[in-house]
């Protein structure tokens, strides 16, 4: 990974002396966001600037997230993190602010724009492998396997959906009956999605579901139908929703980020490129699978939970 020298450039210091990072995620709606923008809070805090939040509701919102940045852009920040919600929508919006000598972080969900200051991120191929490892395992080797997908344009999610068909391809004993399906960025379209998908499927030994909404969708559609128990089913993503259910039994695995770490690494990056210090041009924040036999394991109660007291919450 090459260092990437960048002059100082876009946001001089304020005359208050706070530099202005916009911290635009790709919705406000499910709770990984609160764990990025708690990262994002505290590196704010220890650097000595502010970081504006804003995003859509609603993560399919292209229109929304194309105008926050928009008026961020307008207003003039000295920098911006984004998580683009969809990896071509974004990018005219984004290359303006480039043109003006706004340094850009991308975070968590890359963007088809090169001129990015860094990539802060899952390695989300890895973990689309890891969990089809974890259900190859759970399976035995062997049964008929649907992947539920998130949204189209969302890069994260459809690294992870790839890396997952290429490694379960490699057990032969392990059919995938469906994978062209997509649940949708909010939970109530998932939910509808997997309720479908379940309908269409009367016989399916394995699931997997790229992101929290996705897993949630599918976890309450298999709890309605009563074949909870007929199936192994791995997920991404930890919430308040999801970690009561792998603790069950009803989730056998749940592939973990590092999204307090994404959020503060990428606001250290974007202040870094302000101030004229080397930056990473790519930086992996990490990613875990928890079984439901790992739960209690003290190394992965602050993925599972993440801290979010610097929100007051
Ligand atoms: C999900 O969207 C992805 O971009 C994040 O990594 C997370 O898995 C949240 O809806």
Same mark, same amino acid.
Request: charged share 25%; aromatic share 4%; proline share 4%.
């Given at each position: 990974?090459?260092?990437?020298?960048?002059?100082?450039?876009?946001?001089?210091?304020?005359?208050?002396?706070?530099?202005?990072?916009? *911290?635009?995620?790709?919705? %406000?709606? /499910?709770?990984?966001?609160?764990? =990025?923008? @708690?990262? +994002?809070? $505290?590196?704010?805090?220890?650097?000595?600037?502010?970081?504006?939040?804003?995003?859509?509701?609603?993560?399919?919102?292209?229109?929304?997230?194309?105008?926050?940045?928009?008026?961020?852009?307008?207003?003039?920040?000295?920098?911006?993190?984004?998580?683009?919600?969809?990896?071509?929508?974004?990018?005219?919006?984004?290359?303006?602010?480039?043109?003006?000598?706004?340094?850009?972080?991308?975070?968590?969900?890359?963007?088809?724009?090169?001129?990015? *200051?860094?990539?802060?991120? %899952?390695? /989300?191929?890895?973990?689309?492998? =890891?969990? @089809?490892? +974890?259900? $190859?395992?759970?399976?035995?080797?062997?049964?008929?396997?649907?992947?539920?997908?998130?949204?189209?344009?969302?890069?994260?999610?459809?690294?992870?959906?790839?890396?997952?068909?290429?490694?379960?391809?490699?057990?032969?004993?392990?059919?995938?009956?469906?994978?062209?399906?997509?649940?949708?960025?909010?939970?109530?379209?998932?939910?509808?999605?997997?309720?479908?998908?379940?309908?269409?499927?009367?016989?399916?030994?394995?699931?997997?579901?790229?992101?929290?909404?996705?897993?949630?969708?599918?976890?309450?559609?298999?709890?309605?139908?009563?074949?909870?128990?007929?199936?192994?089913?791995?997920?991404?993503?930890?919430?308040?929703?999801?970690?009561?259910?792998?603790?069950?039994?009803?989730?056998?695995?749940?592939?973990?980020?590092?999204?307090?770490?994404?959020?503060?690494?990428?606001?250290?990056?974007?202040?870094?490129?302000?101030?004229?210090?080397?930056?990473?041009?790519?930086?992996?924040?990490?990613?875990?699978?928890?079984?439901?036999?790992?739960?209690?394991?003290?190394?992965?109660?602050?993925?599972?939970?993440?801290?979010?007291?610097?929100?007051?919450?």
């Amino acid at each position: 990974m090459g260092l990437a020298l960048f002059a100082s450039c876009g946001g001089e210091e304020k005359t208050d002396g706070m530099l202005e990072i916009a *911290v635009i995620p790709k919705g %406000t709606t /499910n709770e990984y966001w609160k764990a =990025l923008h @708690a990262g +994002a809070e $505290a590196a704010a805090q220890d650097l000595g600037v502010k970081i504006l939040w804003k995003g859509p509701i609603k993560e399919d919102d292209r229109e929304g997230q194309q105008r926050v940045v928009e008026d961020f852009v307008s207003r003039g920040v000295d920098g911006m993190v984004i998580v683009p919600l969809d990896r071509q929508a974004l990018v005219p919006p984004v290359k303006e602010a480039g043109a003006r000598n706004i340094p850009v972080v991308v975070a968590d969900s890359d963007l088809d724009w090169d001129g990015k *200051v860094s990539y802060v991120a %899952t390695d /989300n191929r890895r973990g689309g492998e =890891l969990a @089809a490892a +974890a259900l $190859a395992e759970l399976l035995g080797g062997k049964g008929k396997v649907v992947m539920l997908r998130h949204m189209e344009g969302s890069a994260s999610t459809s690294a992870r959906e790839e890396g997952f068909l290429k490694k379960i391809a490699e057990s032969a004993g392990i059919e995938v009956i469906s994978s062209n399906q997509y649940a949708g960025s909010q939970f109530s379209d998932a939910q509808q999605s997997a309720e479908n998908l379940l309908n269409s499927f009367p016989k399916i030994d394995g699931i997997f579901c790229p992101s929290e909404p996705c897993v949630y969708g599918m976890l309450r559609a298999l709890q309605d139908s009563g074949r909870l128990d007929q199936v192994k089913f791995v997920g991404f993503d930890a919430s308040e929703k999801l970690v009561p259910a792998l603790r069950k039994g009803e989730i056998d695995a749940l592939v973990l980020q590092n999204p307090v770490r994404m959020g503060e690494l990428a606001v250290r990056a974007c202040v870094d490129a302000i101030r004229g210090n080397p930056v990473e041009k790519q930086i992996d924040t990490g990613v875990t699978v928890v079984l439901t036999a790992d739960i209690d394991k003290p190394e992965v109660q602050s993925l599972l939970k993440p801290d979010l007291s610097i929100l007051g919450q």
